[in-house]
């Protein structure tokens, strides 16, 4: 399919205001850092559900097993939702929906702390998901209208780092309810929320979804930095109805060489993301980690800065040093963390060199997320990136949630829990392979 060039909503309308450079770049950063703010605080919706589990096998008489599913299914409907909602986002707009994903998620995380069984925990902490894939495809498509091609790959890497310190974030305010200030389990679906919800409004307040909503028109080197996307009359496509942008999207061969690709990477980010804690902390981490004298604390957050540092490392690699290519960076973090995850199972690392690794291994397996992101709306335009990022992302998801439950039989029958980095590994290489074939 060729490549065609895509009208861009930084084209000037005789009606609007011209701006300066200068003006335009702060207007631009204003839109990213309100993106950034407000996904900043949406873990704290969904990835906080372990830190309530022991107080909810207590309290309710719930297994494992049975928590283990119902935090499976808040992945199922996040992934379905994404598929949903991207697409909803080319029509609705960025601001309103990611807004509302960040109320609505709130609310039934209150509601999910007034759950008493099986049932109701299930029901609310799915509808949870679903709410919470309202985020991600919303912000992307906002930062797709305000910044060009070429500074995707950067744009993209501090959305993206947002989104990894996300996981730090979540971490820290569970830990402070749960052990500093010692509530009970139905907190952690209470106080840390509340951020989010700051972080909806605020985005509600700043964000525009175009420049052309905020009352401007860029400048002409902004107007002139024109991409062509792999979809054939993109504007066309893009007015048609809801079905037409999932055709005109799923067309694309490059969409499923992406979705396929990522599902690989985010398999491998959330089997580390899992596991990790298991295997370094072991069945003494009551005791500040048994003789290693290191903080589980310290252990646990590791993973998710070199997560965070590696998306916007790699953001910027794709722009500068690939020209925007953003195959090439994917393949070579890939490549580095599987590496990466084999040091950690093949060469005798104390503790703090393990931690080392285990920060590289975070950098380089999440931070291809940066150039993966970027590419949904160098393929399909920024008219139909939100479809495109929904698209993807569901494929990410599925692979993840398929995998965890292989992951967990291998765990169980072996015992073994440094077998989650070999896994890894695997996993990585395969996203190279595939990611070989997009050449964007």
Known sequence: MSAQREASPHDADPELA???R?????????????????????????????????????????????????????LWCYAAGQMINGNLTDKW???????????????????????????SLGLLWGMNGYAQSLGWPAGGRVISNWWTPHERGKSFGFYTFAAGMASVLAFVTSTLVVDTFDLDWQWIFRVPVLLMLVGGVVFYVVARDTPAQAGVAAPEEFRDDTEHTEIDRPDAQAEGGFLQRYKAVLRIPKIWSTGIAIGFQNAARYGLLVWVPVYFLGDDWEDGGGDSGVSPVWISVALPVGMAVGALVNGQLSDRLFGSRRDRPIVLFML??????????????STATGIGVLFLTGFFVYGPQSSFWALCPDIAGRK????????????????????????????????????????????????????LTIRR
């Open 93 to 119: 707009g960025g601001r309103r929906m990611m807004s509302a994903g960040a109320v609505l998620s709130t609310v039934l995380n209150w509601a999910t702390s007034f759950g008493t069984g099986a049932r």
């Open 18 to 20: 011209p701006v300066s």
């Open 336 to 349: 580095l963390g599987a590496v990466a995850s084999l040091t950690m199972y093949l060469a005798p690392l």
């Open 384 to 435: 139909m990136a939100g479809t495109a990022t929904g698209v993807v992302n569901f494929f990410a998801y599925l692979f993840a949630g398929g995998a965890e439950p292989l992951v967990g039989a291998v765990m169980h029958a072996t015992g073994n829990t440094d077998l989650i980095f070999p896994i890894v590994a695997g996993a990585c290489t395969c996203s190279a392979l595939v990611a």
């Open 22 to 74: 200068r003006a335009f770049t702060r207007l631009k950063w204003r839109m990213l850092l309100a993106a950034m703010f407000c996904y900043f605080f949406f873990y704290t919706g969904r990835q906080t559900f372990g830190f309530a589990i022991p107080g909810m096998e207590e309290d309710l008489g719930l297994s494992k097993t049975t928590l283990g599913a119902i935090s499976g299914i808040l």
